[in-house]
């Protein structure tokens, strides 16, 4: 009996694995129905108690024509649940993951605030949730679905302007709705096979490009910052400096001025755009890969290019003295301390900066580029210890196996940059050649300057 009834729960377990692997949960939008009245957006922040000036979701509008011929368009905006979705794919803990029914969630007990995956996602969808100061997103209500319920925009919507449901069933509103209507997706060509469709979509309002930035206004105006640079408001707000909201507002005007200046060029696209000026999108994020990524970027290049100097040296005959060499130890070791220094200073969570080496996800170059960072490390130390005590035994086998290291060090940020499919100037296909070339003439820089 007890046999009889434990194959039955296992084959009941194997069955609804089974349905949630040929789940592929999805979203359309029906602009033919949204009405822009946020409804959406407010219950999304109070399921998920969304801190202020960051969304998972909200209401894009963009205005076309001129009065009295004018129209204003609505567009949910939202984590597209990508099924190849490349925030997963970049970060380097598993804090983000796609689920066997399609979602896209998150765990912010794994994340480590590094910022990748805003990067990496074309939509701008992830955001640094300023209280636990880890990346966050829509993520589908996971926890309503789990127990059969809607997400909460879809049960709050009056006009039933946002359908969810799953794709792979053909007797979903979903699925039918795909199988019947015209509908888009945004930014197709980045291949990531977005999961949020839209009926009746606008392109001057799916595609950034074809509006001005907007400018600022009552309701995106976030002068102190947000998400990431939510520290920096707060820690103004609680400083005795005091805050000239006046002053704030004549500065925003000012600038709004000037944008408005700027838009009534002729040349500007908005003129093939049916003069489309976007009206209200989320406040912005501001620069989220800083100085500190910046000079990282920099001092990596020394590191790696400190000894590729004396190596390229050796191999072409010349004698490098055991001076030179531990010289190109000591330096290439200090800046690749400071290195460390620059990534983990960058990190929202410095205090899990270690799970990038202890629950990696192999995919992703930054935790290539950080066993690669180790690696080299610890090659250069071996190295200089035996420079020190004149041990030549297996020298040369191990500057080949450095050297090797030390052009992967020089050059694992570019195909980083490359994961970052939300920032278009990085995908250039000769960046890692350029960050070698950087890497040997920040080399013979440094040599000469400590020459």
Request: glycine share 6%; charged share 20%; aromatic share 12%.
């Amino acid at each position: 009996m007890f046999i009889t009834k434990l194959t039955f729960t296992f084959a009941k377990f194997v069955v609804v694995q089974n349905i949630f692997k040929n789940m592929k949960y999805g979203f359309i939008i029906d602009n033919r129905k949204c009405i822009g009245c946020h409804a959406c957006t407010t219950a999304c922040k109070s399921e998920h108690d969304v801190a202020i000036g960051v969304n998972r979701t909200y209401v894009k509008q963009v205005e076309k024509g001129e009065f009295p011929n004018t129209r204003r368009i609505f567009s949910v905006m939202r984590c597209n649940h990508c099924t190849d979705a490349p925030c997963v794919e970049i970060c380097p803990v598993q804090a983000l993951y796609t689920r066997e029914d399609g979602i896209v969630d998150f765990d912010n007990n794994r994340c480590i605030g590094c910022k990748s995956c805003m990067q990496a996602c074309p939509y701008d969808a992830l955001y640094i949730d300023p209280d636990t100061h880890t990346a966050a997103k829509c993520n589908y209500c996971a926890h309503r679905v789990d127990v059969g319920r809607e997400p909460a925009c879809v049960s709050v919507c009056p006009e039933h302007a946002i359908i969810a449901g799953d794709m792979h069933n053909p007797n979903t509103e979903i699925s039918q709705l795909l199988a019947r209507q015209a509908v888009k997706v945004r930014k197709p060509e980045k291949g990531t096979n977005p999961n949020l469709f839209y009926i009746d979509a606008d392109d001057s309002s799916l595609v950034p490009e074809a509006t001005d930035k907007s400018g600022p206004s009552i309701w995106s105006s976030q002068a102190r910052g947000v998400g990431h640079f939510a520290k920096a408001a707060e820690k103004m707000m609680y400083s005795n400096k005091e805050f000239d909201l006046l002053q704030m507002t004549i500065d925003n005007d000012i600038e709004a001025a000037y944008q408005r200046k700027d838009s009534e060029n002729p040349n500007y696209i908005d003129v093939l755009n049916g003069k489309a000026r976007r009206v209200y999108d989320t406040p912005d994020k501001g620069i989220l890969w800083g100085w500190e990524v910046s000079t990282y970027v920099f001092t990596k290049a020394i590191a790696a290019g400190a000894f590729l100097i004396p190596f390229l040296a050796i191999l072409l005959g010349y004698d490098v003295s055991p001076t030179a060499k531990l010289w190109s130890a000591g330096i290439s070791l200090v800046f690749l301390v400071l290195t460390g220094l620059f990534l983990v200073m960058d990190l929202d969570r410095p205090d899990r900066f270690l799970n990038v080496l202890l629950r990696p996800q192999w995919n992703s170059w930054l935790v290539k580029g950080g066993y690669t960072l180790t690696v080299f490390g610890l090659l250069v130390t071996v190295w200089g210890v035996m420079t020190f005590f004149e041990i030549e035994t297996g020298e040369t086998v191990l500057l080949w196996i450095t050297a090797v290291f030390a052009i992967l060090l020089a050059i694992y940020t570019a195909f980083l940059f490359a994961q970052a499919k939300g920032r278009d100037f990085w995908q250039s296909p000769t960046l890692p050649l350029h960050m070698l070339v950087h890497s040997v003439m920040a080399g013979t820089a440094i040599f000469v300057i400590a020459s």
